[in-house]
């Protein structure tokens, strides 16, 4: 039996307890690890195995982060991480799903930090990622290239 939240997320895009894109599974499970490793707590993924983290409610739609922790530091910050493949960085689809996890940053005092991948057959991503938030007026407290 489907729960509400597993029947919203079959309906919504991006709300998926589990990520099913390959590439961005593979990264997924690298910052999991990373994170895990050095320690950092309340590790939430959408991975196989892993609690999801919780579905974030926008006012155009809902969206669930790729992952959540909370590092050591004494004030244990949170981290909201999205994943992002060379052909998401432009996709226009994007934009809501990055606002909301921003403001989300915002409103529970987490660092917004986005993961891409060190090469692509177009390119870095980074740079073009990193226009494009600024295009958005949004701040990411990191971008790691792995």
Known sequence: ?????????????GCEPVVEDEERRRLLWLMAEYF??????????RLPGFMPPPILSGT???????FTCRQSDSARTPIILEIVTP?????PTAENRWSLLASAAKLYNAELHFVVPKWASTGAVDPALK???ARMELTANRVWTV
């Open 36 to 45: 895990r490793t050095i320690g950092y707590t309340d590790i939430k993924a």
């Open 131 to 133: 226009r494009r938030l």
């Open 1 to 13: 039996m489907e729960t509400n939240n597993e029947k919203e997320a079959l309906l919504n895009p």
């Open 87 to 91: 052909h998401m960085v432009e996709d």
């Open 60 to 66: 155009i739609e809902d969206h669930r982060p790729d």
